[in-house]
């Protein structure tokens, strides 16, 4: 191993100049046929270890589960001569090639093989990132990067077969590594028997469960839970889908408001309303709209405004005037509404919400909301007691939440007195 080799070994893995094991080390390269290979190597392993003593914790076993990238070996780490740790590396005449030329050499030796290799399975990958119209460039080197470079793990499934994803994969990962399909009615999943929320990092030799229901559907906050750009992408196509089929509902239902209203829609109203709101584009408009997040007196403030130009013109020469002598005021504190505001989602929504009395919250907890059925959107927080069983069993009613600012709230608190 080079000097170079060694020192990024060290760094990447945070480990000591002795803990790097495979600085001296020996390839036996054997010739075999395919069907043998698996034998064989385990024949010198166990000659091998009959003249030196293995390091049990330093056994890889590549060639029952190859990497992502083809490579296939057995590697053990023995104590040689001096005292010294020396690698071994076992492999056929097969694996070597595919080692040092790439996996492209696979198909010299495939033979018609029927069962599905990690290559056909990363191929299948590749060719649905350039087929899908949604993915940018970004995502796509990204996703290049997380099948060639990251570290793996392997999991079970429930009928014990292994699957292999990134390290720092999650369950909902694990979904859509099944199908696709399977991943977006995902509405739990069960790691070694224990229901676990959707975000739970995996680790190599967890046994997956994942539990589906016909009517669940992704929200905003799965991108949060998924680190692989396969599940991204699958779930940012849903949800624009049903985004736009919301939008679409949303602009017939503004039409009929702003009608009643005496108001025709076009162009112009549309980019009124957008700057009334607050909002980027009309999409997001017709979106709120058709989710209920914009009421019909808010409507009826709009159209208060626009129909009273006299009034707007006399409150803008106000401002004007406000304006010039600003500078007066300008050491005078500020005491902003937006302050001890609670907001929800990416899109920092400002919605109704209560604040759960099992945990009390209180402005600068980390927290999240909680969709409640009677209730409305609950407040709880991160290390509240019934956390852990509300992101098991209902993840998908869990909202992201955030304060903005907590420094003018009053807030209650329970005081217990003792007195002597």
Known sequence: KSIYSIRRKMRAQNVSFDEVYDKFALRIVYKSDQH?????????????????????????????????????????????????????????????????KGYAAHYKYKNGATEESGLDVWLNLLREALENQETNAVDFVEDFK???????????????????????????????SIHSEIGIKTRGTRVNGRLVPLNHELKSGDQVEVITSANQK???????????????????????????KIAEEGKELLT???????????????????????????????????????????????????????????????????????????????????????????EHDKLDYKLSPCCNPIPGDDVFGFVTINEGIKVHKKDCPNAI????????????????????????????????
């Open 36 to 100: 043998d290979e698996k034998f064989v190597a385990w024949k010198i392993y166990s000659i091998v270890t009959d003249h030196y003593r293995p390091s049990p914790s330093r056994l890889r076993d590549w060639i029952s589960s190859p990497k992502s990238t083809g490579y296939e070996a057995l590697h053990i780490t023995v104590m040689g001569p001096k005292g010294r740790w020396v690698e071994v590396q076992v492999r056929s005449e097969r694996m070597d090639e595919i080692a040092e």
């Open 146 to 176: 997380m099948n060639l470079y990251s570290k793996e793990i392997f999991v079970f499934t429930p009928k014990g077969e292994i699957k292999s994803l990134p390290k720092g994969a999650t369950s909902l990962d694990f979904a859509f």
């Open 218 to 244: 992704p929200t905003v906050n799965w991108l949060e839970y998924v680190t692989t750009s396969r599940a991204k992408t699958k779930i940012k196509n849903v949800l624009n889908e049903n985004t736009k």
């Open 256 to 346: 009929r408001k702003l009608k009643h209203l005496k108001i025709t829609i076009n162009e112009q109203v549309i980019n009124e309303l957008v700057n009334f709101f607050k909002l980027k584009t009309s999409l997001d408009l017709f979106y709120r709209v058709g989710i209920g997040a914009i009421e019909n007196q808010q409507l009826k403030d709009y159209a208060a405004q626009k129909s009273n130009t006299f009034i707007n013109f006399f409150k803008n020469k106000i401002k004007r005037n406000k304006d010039n002598t600003a500078s007066e005021d300008i050491h005078k504190p500020i005491i902003s509404s937006n302050y001890d505001m609670l907001v929800f989602g990416t």
């Open 389 to 420: 069983g509300m992101q098991s069993n209902y993840a998908y009613r869990i909202m992201s939440a955030k304060w903005i600012d907590s420094s003018q709230e009053g807030f209650k608190a329970i005081m217990d007195i003792t007195g002597m």
